[in-house]
């Protein structure tokens, strides 16, 4: 078969001299329908015999030919024995005519098209491959191949100039991929490799739909209706997308998507229980009991989940999103950021670093937006803020970013809180707007470091403070919340969300401050035992001001141990009361809020049966969240084991209750 192809710059048609010949009697045929004259078709027969395309017909088989006309179209010449047709073909729009959705009309002798010469734009086309369709069978057969734990990827292989999806299709060598492969590390970023999967139209469209029913596309950076629309022009095909930052874009939401899919495609076929799946699209799911437990869905779906993550990062960096400012780059970006800190526990990576880089230089788009968009900016910048903090990074946004992108002046706390003491009860969209001075005091919160002990003193009294601002707010959200049901019952959800987000902030403010003074404390009480073994216990003037300030520190230690302590029964309430699946707390918190609960010795001041339902309701959710998420920390069966012991103790009190009490007062169950 002849194939007529296009070189992308001068647009001159190639012919490959793989062809089925026709007869002489080819130079005869009709033109009724073509509507060109039989002179023309002679000509343009004669130039393929004078191109040396060597034709020969075999007895009984169909062939074609293709023939280019001086108009700029291509006839098609179908032959079968001694019948043949004759089909017209246009020629392919330019990359310029095609990226905007606009009437073509290409020039044969390879010239630009008018529209380029109008724009005085280099007119060139890009030759697009399009692939078979797989058929179900095959599908089905893949889905098998994810349900073994073995997947086909591509070995990495170095960058060209060139970043088309299609230029790699199949081109690349394949190894295979398993989460039990070893020498992989699954705990950080997988390597780049070029995209070879082949997603079929109806899993891109699944993929996509997730998301949009997903809480990140509120995000006023995600362009979602601009992206619909051109999934639907281009048949939810991704290889047809010709605008490169608009592909990877699509790729990293499909990445993302694919951590909350139920699609076999995703996850791999079998046959589940229709009450497991049926749970995540519930309202406040921890409320129910039992939860199903679906940590086994989190390593089906891992393989691939960490494939489609392994392509969407080659494409980022060989389009090099990090370094072209763009709406669709910075969203790219901040996806990407937002993979890291849901997967891995990292709130700072380069891409997280690149999306403030990006919004840096769009910030007068974005200052000029609604204030709605700026109220959502202002609640992601203390969410991005806060994911650095509990990962150990440095705060990326700066107070100047801050001031750039959210124009708002808060109160100071003191001021904030007779504020809302004077208010009797908010509407809801009263409560809303107080996300501006909830934020504008949590980011700040956020970039303390309490180094010495002043500073120390003064960080822990707003924290005080802010608990009853935080307090305050939501009774005030506990009240808009029931008027809501009655009049108002599409804000509840959103009403909820606020509250949940307001409570999960407070908690990353709180835990790393225990963890450093923690650290602190062990470092100061093992270095005191170190110099009192050195100085054979003889007591010194050095020795006695070592002592003083190890005894200050772990005054100071056991505040913020209490406070930590009531934090995580508020964190318990707004798990029961989170409003949707797609909401939780990422995986690592949860296991750092139940690795606190496991040490008895952070344990006081609250009670067996308290500390006995937020165990529960922890273990719950890390089961709920094992479902987006493999986990290999073993944290479930060791609160499964704690909760029984619980339950073992529980019924020993019960047997016991008639006999005299030992003597130890409430909350002192641990033996402290």
Known sequence: MEKLLYQSSTRQPVHDVKTQPFSPRGELLSTAATGYSRVELQQSILAIWQTRVNVKRENGTASRSYVSLRSGDVIILEMSGDDTTLKRKKLPACDFCKTRRVLCHPQADGTSCPRCKEKNIKCTTTPTVRRRRRTKEELLKAASTLDSGNILLPQPEPSTTSISISAYAGAAPIVVYSHNNVGQDLTGEPVPVPPTLELPAEIVQDLFQTFSHSPFPTHPIIPLSKLDSILRLYSWNIRDIPSTDCCVLIRCIIT???????????????????????????????????????????????????????????????????????????????????????????????????????????????????????????????????????????????????????????????????????????????????????????????????????????????????HSFLTMELDRIAEAIESALKHEPDFVIY??????????????????????????????????????????????????????????????????????????????????????FQRMMHHSELVKWAMFLLDEFNVVDITREQCLDALNCFRDALQLSGFSYPDRTGIVDRLNEYIASYSLDNTLLAITSGFPDPGFGVGSWFGM
Not at 287 to 316: H, Q, V
Not at 368 to 375: C, V, Y
Not at 395 to 401: C, F, G, V
Not at 524 to 545: E, H, K, M, P, Y
């Open 495 to 580: 009403l909820r969300a606020c509250a949940y987000g307001f409570v999960a902030s407070w908690g990353s403010l709180v835990f790393p401050l225990f963890e450093v003074l923690r650290d602190r404390s062990t470092q100061s009480f093992n270095s005191f035992g170190t110099i009192g073994a050195r100085s054979g216990l003889v007591d010194s003037d050095s020795d006695v001001a070592i002592e003083q300030n190890n005894e200050r520190l772990q005054m100071h230690f056991r505040h913020v141990r209490n406070l930590t302590c009531r934090t995580v029964l508020e964190v318990k309430d707004a798990l029961r009361d989170m409003p949707t």
């Open 256 to 466: 993302l998507s694919s951590l909350i899919s139920t699609n076999p495609f995703i996850i791999g076929p079998g046959n589940f229980k229709t009450d497991q799946f049926s749970i995540l699209s519930l309202d406040m799911p921890l409320k129910l009991s039992p939860i199903p437990d679906l940590r086994p869905f989190g390593f089906r779906r891992e393989p691939m989940f960490r494939r489609l993550w392994a392509e969407a990062l080659w494409l980022a960096n060989v389009s090099g999103i990090t370094t072209r400012t763009s709406k669709d780059n910075a969203a790219s970006c901040w996806l990407l950021g937002s993979l890291n800190l849901m997967v891995l526990g990292q709130g700072a990576s380069a891409f997280m670093s690149a999306f403030v880089y990006h919004i840096r230089t769009l910030a007068e788009d974005i200052s000029t937006q609604e204030a709605s968009d700026i109220l959502t900016y202002h609640a992601y910048m203390m969410r991005d803020v806060l994911g650095a903090l509990t990962s150990g990074r440095g705060i990326q946004y700066t107070s100047n970013d801050e001031a750039l992108l959210v124009p708002f002046t808060p109160e100071p706390l003191e001021q904030l809180l007779r504020t809302v003491i004077a208010t009797k009860s908010y509407t809801p969209s009263q409560i809303f707007s107080t996300i501006h001075p909830f934020a504008s005091h949590v980011i700040p919160l956020a970039r303390r470091r309490p180094l010495d002990e002043g500073f120390l003193i003064q960080h822990l009294t707003s924290l005080d403070i802010f």
